[in-house]
């Protein structure tokens, strides 16, 4: 199971931090990823981590202002957004991977290759 937490409502150019308790499985033998799917759009790729934290992926869209990161120890991980922006409001769901060779060769951006996702955690970006 995957419980996101952490979303809220939040100003432009402000931050947010997410959570994603992982249970049920060995954390460290996962891969994390966050995609989020605005009203009207569909779900898209927002960031990603491997097993060991050495491999992680932004979402153009993110980079330069978003920070993932796990805790292995705690079956936690964790999506950090600064700079907020208007457009950034959407659902944020967390999702794990066993499976190594589809997160490699898609570098975890494939949503396809996840197999268990969270509930999601709503982030409203408010100017």
């Known amino acids: 199971q995957l419980q996101a937490s952490g979303g809220g409502l939040v100003q432009v150019g402000g931050s947010v931090s997410l959570s994603c308790a992982v249970s049920?499985?060995?954390?460290?033998?996962?891969?994390m990823g966050w995609f989020r799917q605005a009203p009207g759009k569909e779900r898209e790729f927002v960031a990603t981590?491997?097993?060991?934290?050495?491999?992680?992926y932004y979402a153009d869209s993110v980079k330069g202002r978003s920070a993932i990161s796990r805790d292995n120890a705690k079956n936690l991980g964790h999506l950090q957004m600064n700079n907020l922006k208007s457009e950034d409001t959407a659902i944020y769901y967390c999702?794990?991977?066993?499976?190594?060779?589809?997160?490699?060769?898609?570098?975890?951006?494939?949503?396809?290759?996840?197999?268990?996702w969270g509930q999601g955690t709503l982030v409203t970006v408010s100017s």
């Open positions: 049920g499985r060995a954390f460290r033998s996962l891969a």
């Open positions: 999702a794990t991977t066993g499976r190594l060779s589809p997160w490699y060769s898609s570098y975890g951006q494939d949503a396809g290759g996840y197999d268990d």
């Open positions: 981590i491997n097993w060991t934290g050495d491999r992680i």
